[in-house]
């Protein structure tokens, strides 16, 4: 069974730093590509950020450009977020989710397979 398990959220003030990270396990997503995505209270799941299967390739929302990074480590199979110079705009719940097939980078959920269940990240003013 493929599980996405991310950790690493939590409450900080604006300014601040967290880094997110997103545990595969069931199966390997060393070939495909992973994203972060977030969702606020009444609004859609907006994409964060995303890197590509070699790892090659990264991109982001305009947003976060800057700001935050997506990495991955293979031996771990695992993606993280790294985000700094928080806002009270950034709160949400933050899902990663894996393609399953493709490595190539897309901003849409639709194309992602998999989904963790989320965390939370909340920045206060």
């Known amino acids: 069974q493929v599980q996405l398990v991310e950790s690493g959220g939590g409450l900080v003030q604006a300014g601040g730093s967290l880094r997110l990270s997103c545990a595969a396990s069931?199966?390997?997503?060393?070939?495909?590509?992973r994203a972060w995505f977030r969702q606020a209270p009444g609004k859609e799941r907006e994409f964060v950020a995303a890197?590509?299967?070699?790892?090659?390739?990264?991109y982001y929302v305009d947003s976060v450009k800057g700001r935050f990074t997506i990495s991955r480590d293979y031996a771990k199979n695992t993606v993280y977020l790294q985000m700094n110079s928080l806002n009270p705009e950034d709160t949400a719940v933050y899902y990663c989710?894996?393609?399953?097939?493709?490595?190539?980078?897309?901003?849409?959920?639709?194309?992602?397979?998999?989904w963790g269940q989320g965390t939370q990240v909340t920045v206060s003013s």
């Open positions: 989710g894996a393609r399953g097939f493709m490595s190539e980078v897309v901003t849409i959920t639709t194309g992602y397979n998999y």
């Open positions: 890197i590509s299967g070699s790892g090659a390739i990264t």
């Open positions: 069931g199966r390997t997503f060393s070939s495909y590509a």
